[in-house]
């Protein structure tokens, strides 16, 4: 069974840090391209950020620019999701997703192709 499964979330106070997860079973990493999503109660679901796996290039939506961080270690099949200096309008649910293929380039508010989601981790800033 193919399945993403993010963990790491929870409660922060503002100014704190969070790593989220998303960890792939049942398939390897090494053929997709992964994006983080999130969604606030009553929002959109928006683009957060992206890699590639092809030279592992990243985007980043400009509201966490310089803020969060996504990496890649294809050895543990996981995703990784820094999140610092985190604010009240971080709070939301964080999905990861995979699409299949060998992609260079990746653009985090683009969610044409995923195939997987995972079923979300639940991040709240508040202090």
């Known amino acids: 069974q193919l399945q993403l499964v993010e963990s790491g979330g929870g409660l922060v106070q503002p100014g704190g840090s969070l790593r989220l997860s998303c960890a792939a079973s049942g398939f390897t990493l090494d053929y997709y391209a992964i994006g983080w999503f999130r969604q606030a109660p009553g929002k959109e679901r928006e683009g957060v950020s992206c890699i590639t796996n092809l030279g592992g290039s990243t985007d980043y939506a400009d509201s966490v620019k310089g803020r969060f961080t996504i990496s890649r270690d294809n050895a543990k099949n996981t995703v990784y999701l820094q999140m610092n200096s985190l604010k009240p309008d971080d709070t939301a649910v964080y999905y990861c997703?995979?699409?299949?293929?060998?992609?260079?380039?990746?653009?985090?508010?683009?969610?044409?192709?995923?195939?997987?989601w995972g079923q979300g981790t639940q991040v709240t800033v508040s202090s």
């Open positions: 997703t995979a699409k299949h293929g060998m992609y260079s380039r990746c653009v985090s508010h683009d969610e044409t192709g995923y195939d997987y």
